[in-house]
């Protein structure tokens, strides 16, 4: 049985693939895009026509990302502060 978050985010992608002329020509932001959850969601939101801008600290993982849908997804590496 899949943990509870995995529903969600399962469900969230769903929902997603539903609403892709809402997110067509539309710009978003995913912070921390490179985390499981922020990678699915940057990826479906390129998929479903938006311009995501993926906020993430790790540089390699971010320009690794943007390789999927380059017309799609701009990286944008910002170190981590605290």
Not at 37 to 58: C, H, K, N, W
Not at 61 to 69: D, P, R
Not at 72 to 81: D, K, V, W
Request: aromatic residues 4%; glycine residues 6%.
């Amino acid at each position: 049985m899949p943990a509870d978050t995995d529903i969600f985010v399962w469900q969230g992608i769903r929902i997603l693939e539903h609403l892709g002329r809402y997110y067509s020509c539309k710009t978003v932001v995913v912070v921390a895009a490179c985390l499981a959850l922020g990678q699915r969601l940057t990826l479906s939101l390129a998929q479903a026509g938006a311009t995501v801008v993926a906020i993430d600290s790790d540089a390699c993982a971010l320009h690794s990302l943007a390789t999927q849908n380059p017309e799609r997804i701009e990286p944008l590496a910002l170190p981590l502060t605290g």
